[in-house]
Structures are given as structure tokens and as C-alpha cells.
């Protein structure tokens, strides 16, 4: 079965502009997370979907949020961009979201704001 | 709060020789633990958990809920092993939130 699909994979964006990432889960899946990774900070959570409902959020600043659509697929978005936001950004998604249940990571969004 | 600690960065040995990765929790609950790990070029997958009971590629895991750690085990490794580990929990039923340490990346020598 095909895995965890983000897009984009790679993209630079400019300090103070907006990004918005997608992340399609497996089929079947109806949890999904996000974590950022940086060199400094390792793999943060950011939040957590189950059923269009944020169910988990991590402690960043509210210009990261998120949704999740019906079909599961679900984005993020990055507002005002920094350059520390500069980060791989993980999708992850698993059958229920619950213990148990395995959890799948994508490939990853490479952002890189100048 | 939850935290997980690995305190190694860096871990190189030689093949053939044991191998142990350090995981120390902090969590007043019953957590349940994970390693992951990242080959080159590849994505996060998971290599097990605490309560499979399993050995996976040759590791093995046991939680030691009164040293609170959950360190991996290999008695010989293999070039292949080389890669990103990573130690992570989550604290609840109904949750896909992991709480990952910083890693370790481990090498191995030929």
C-alpha cells in the first residue's frame, strides 16, 4: 500500500510570507501528526488530527496551524515566516491514533526560509 | 512533564561488537516506549516497541520502569546498523503524539 505522501518536498520561501504543506496518510489511517525536525531542537510535535477535530497541539506559537479534511488528507500552515522555522517537516499518520497502533512517517517537507 | 533523554549523540563501534543505545524517561504514568530509527536517505520507521516483547534486525528492547529507561540492545552489530535512532513515548491511549529524544546516531566500523 503506498505510504505517507507530502508535498512539497523541497521549498524556500521568504522571511514574513506564509507556507502551506500537505500531507496525504495512508488509506485507512484516520490520525494524523506533524513534527518539525531541526538540527537543534530534534523532532518536535506539533499537532494532532483525528477525525477534522484537533485532538493534540504542541507548544508552538499560533502561526502554525493545521487542518484535516474529510478524505483524512490534511495540511499545515506557516504564517509570518522566520528564518528559524527553516526545518524538515514531518507528517505522520496511523490507523487510530491510538496506543497500539503503528505510526507511519512521510518523507518530509524541506523548508528553507531566506 | 514527559521528556526523553539519549545521551549519546554519537555512538561508534566496531562490527561484530555489542551494542547498547540509552533511553531514560521521565514520566510519572505507564508510558509506552518506542525506538525508532532513520537509514541514510530513508524515512522515520518504526523499529519496535515495549510491548511487543520483540527482536527486531537483532535488537531488543526491555522497560525498566524503576531505572526508567528503555535502552537497545544489539550483542553484535552490522554495518547495516548504522543510522538514526531515536527513542520516543507517548503517554496516552488516544493519542498519535510521540515525545522523541534527540537521537543517537550510531556508526558502525568495518
Not at chain 1, 86 to 96: G, Q, T, W
Request: glycine share 8%; proline share 4%; hydrophobic share 30%.
Amino acid at each position: 500500500k503506498a505510504g505517507v505522501t507530502q508535498t512539497p518536498r523541497y521549498l524556500i520561501k521568504t522571511r514574513g510570507q506564509q507556507v502551506t504543506l500537505s500531507c496525504s496518510p495512508i488509506s485507512g489511517h484516520r490520525s494524523v501528526s506533524w513534527y518539525q525536525q531541526t538540527p537543534g531542537q530534534g523532532l518536535q510535535f506539533l499537532f494532532e488530527y483525528f477525525s477534522e477535530t484537533q485532538r493534540n497541539k504542541g507548544n508552538f506559537p499560533g502561526r502554525f496551524s493545521g487542518r484535516q479534511f474529510s478524505n483524512s488528507r490534511s495540511e499545515m500552515n506557516v504564517s509570518t515566516l522566520e528564518l528559524g522555522d527553516s526545518a524538515l517537516y514531518l507528517c505522520a499518520s496511523s490507523r487510530e491514533g491510538s496506543s497500539g497502533n503503528t505510526i507511519y512517517f512521510g518523507e518530509g517537507s524541506w523548508l528553507t526560509v531566506v | 512533564a514527559q521528556r526523553v533523554t539519549q545521551p549519546e549523540k554519537l555512538l561508534s563501534v566496531f562490527k561484530g561488537a555489542p551494542v547498547e543505545l540509552k533511553c531514560n524517561y521521565s514520566y510519572s504514568g505507564s508510558p509506552e516506549l518506542f525506538w525508532y530509527v532513520q537509514y541514510s536517505r530513508q524515512r522515520l520507521q518504526l523499529l519496535l516497541r515495549h510491548i511487543s516483547r520483540e527482536s527486531i534486525k537483532g535488537f531488543t528492547a526491555d522497560l525498566n520502569k524503576g531505572e526508567t529507561s528503555f535502552h537497545l540492545k544489539k550483542p553484535f552489530a552490522q554495518e547495516e546498523d548504522s543510522a538514526m535512532y531515536y527513542c520516543a513515548l507517548t503517554y496516552s491511549s488516544n493519542t498519535g503524539k510521540l515525545i522523541f529524544g534527540q537521537g543517537t546516531t550510531l556508526q558502525v566500523k568495518p
